[in-house]
């Protein structure tokens, strides 16, 4: 079985990648990989250790094989962090759309005012103070999302200054066209390189035509989903999910099964990555995308949990007797059930 002790104290700040067997004569075996070196396997090290570099020392979640065995690898990290620069009218329903879709977010505002009302739309942390005292306290790394909404051009120019110095996944800032020219041209002036100044998504968004300060957030929402899911790919274990693992399931001592997408092909509704938690006693910790399809998997779970056995099940979401029973989606998608029972 999986070390998921060793899983849940994994340190974030490094790169951490988990490989699982999914179909083979070793399925559920596991490795872990950190900072693109073997940590710890179960099984034979042979397949684990002939994995190609690359697939190692990527981000996103990928299916391969190795030894005669399917092996599924992903990432293990943080939740996104997203560092908001401004607290005014557009940063509020940023802040709102950030957590729902389970982003940590920091705001940056040196009014009272504003900075309380970013508290009260649910931000993580709130520091108020001058932005370029606000910014030495955040070192960025290659999962931070900056978003400068600022109330005017000098602290745009204040913040991504220092923001440029930073390691990021993205920087956006708001801003016309002739202004955001004029400050790029300032950046290459002190020195930046123009390749990095180019990386900039200004002005923010996707171009939506989006008018009110909620659907200002909405184009900058997608264009940030689209980086994400484009470079890193699906957050499968999330917080919601370590929190169980580390807390109720130590008191419970439950079994519980780990379910992930490998695969999907047509509409189906979540990445490839995505988890749910499954508990023998039939309590759900996430989602695969819901509707009768999960109700299935859930069962399936269930059922393997009781036999000690983890496989792989494909759900065809297609066809008239997957409509008739609510799979509404229309996709295809594979899912392996990992079972485990702390000892």
């Known amino acids: 079985m999986l070390f998921l002790n060793e899983l849940t104290e994994l340190d974030m700040k490094k790169r951490n990648r988990i490989a699982t067997v999914i179909e083979g004569s070793h399925v559920g075996k596991k490795a872990i990989y950190i900072d693109g070196g073997l940590y710890d396997s179960q099984g034979d090290v042979e397949f684990f250790t002939s ?190 999910l370590f929190q169980y693992l580390k807390t109720d399931w130590k008191q419970t001592k439950f079994p519980v099964a780990i379910v992930t997408i490998i695969s999907r092909k047509g509409s189906a509704p979540r990445g490839i990555g995505t988890k749910m938690l499954v508990v023998r006693t039939g309590q759900m910790i996430g989602t695969i995308g819901g509707g009768c399809a999960e109700s299935a998997i859930q069962q399936q779970a269930i059922q393997c949990m009781e036999k000690g056995q983890s496989k792989l099940v494909c759900v065809d979401m297609t066809g008239r007797e997957a409509e008739d029973d609510g799979m509404v989606c229309g996709g295809i998608i594979e899912v392996f059930i990992d079972c485990h029972q702390l000892f």
Do not use: W
């Not at 659907?215 to 999330?238: L, P």
């Open 51 to 240: 994995i190609p570099d690359e697939a190692i020392l990527s981000e996103k979640a990928t299916v391969l094989e190795s030894g005669g065995e399917r092996i599924f690898l992903e990432s293990v990290k943080p939740n996104p962090h997203m560092v908001i620069c401004g607290g005014g009218h557009i940063s509020i329903p940023v802040i709102k759309m950030a957590k729902m879709l389970d982003f940590k977010v920091t705001v940056l505002e040196d009014r009272p005012m504003f900075a309380d009302n970013a508290r009260k739309a649910g931000a993580d942390q709130v520091i108020c103070n001058a932005f370029e005292k606000g910014l030495a306290a955040i070192a960025g790394d290659q999962n931070t999302y900056f978003v400068i909404v600022t109330r005017g051009h000098r602290y745009d120019v204040e913040c991504l200054e220092s923001i440029l110095k930073k390691p990021h996944a993205y920087i956006g800032m708001i801003g016309s066209k002739k202004r955001v020219h004029s400050v790029k041209e300032l950046m290459e002036e002190k020195g930046f390189e123009r390749e990095l100044i180019d990386s900039i998504y200004s002005p923010i968004g996707l171009r939506i035509g989006a008018e009110t300060p909620a659907e200002i957030a909405v184009s900058i929402m997608a264009e940030i989903v689209q980086v994400k899911n484009k470079e890193k790919g699906t957050v499968g274990f999330t917080t919601e």
